[in-house]
């Protein structure tokens, strides 16, 4: 059985909201086992015998559209995906503060020539590696809420539905997809 975390993009950020109980029943109701959310943000742990991640986020978006009606993007990566992410942050060993280290989670790599023309607003002070479907974030100088570099910034620039995660619940989901 494989160990996926489910991203979910703007729930409990804005107007979506959604029990994470009610998280839980409907993705084992898809017949996920051991599933698990972390923090109220729309992250959802499970297991399965799929390897389409493709596929089971199309099914937990479908089923969020079908009971709850909401109309939410889902983000799958596998346990050992996450580990890559987090092994291969250029950030990790130069930052403490954890809220100053973020990656965007893509729904697919971004062309090469949206990825050259990606730049950072005004005179902020962010520096961001795009690694096929993250972009590794890293605010030196403050944290992630002040910034005009956001999730809705990078879509738009990048073409792609993205969710953003803090260094700390990256590593936690990490270690929740642990094998």
């Known amino acids: 059985m494989n160990r996926y975390a489910g991203l979910l993009r703007g729930v409990n950020v804005g107007t979506t909201r959604l029990s994470m109980a009610d998280l839980r029943r409907l993705v084992a109701d898809l017949g996920h086992a051991d599933v698990k959310t972390y923090l109220q943000s729309g992250n959802v742990v499970f297991g399965s015998t799929s390897t389409d991640a493709a596929r089971l986020a199309k099914g937990i978006e479908q089923a969020l559209a079908g009971e709850l009606g909401l109309t939410v993007p889902v983000l799958v990566r596998s346990g050992a995906e996450l580990a890559a992410v987090v092994d291969g942050s250029p950030y990790a060993g130069r930052q403490d503060d954890p809220t100053r280290l973020l990656v965007a989670f893509l729904a697919a790599a971004p062309t090469k020539a949206k990825v050259a023309a990606l730049t950072v607003p005004g005179?902020?002070?962010?520096?961001?590696?795009?690694?096929?479907?993250?972009v590794h974030l890293h605010f030196p100088d403050g944290g992630y809420g002040r910034s005009k570099f956001?999730?809705?910034y990078l879509e738009k620039q990048l073409g792609v539905v993205a969710t953003t995660r803090n260094w700390k619940s990256v590593c936690a989901l990490r270690d929740l997809t642990a094998s």
Do not use: S, W
């Open 123 to 134: 005179n902020e002070n962010v520096e961001f590696t795009v690694a096929g479907r993250e």
């Open 150 to 152: 956001t999730n809705a």
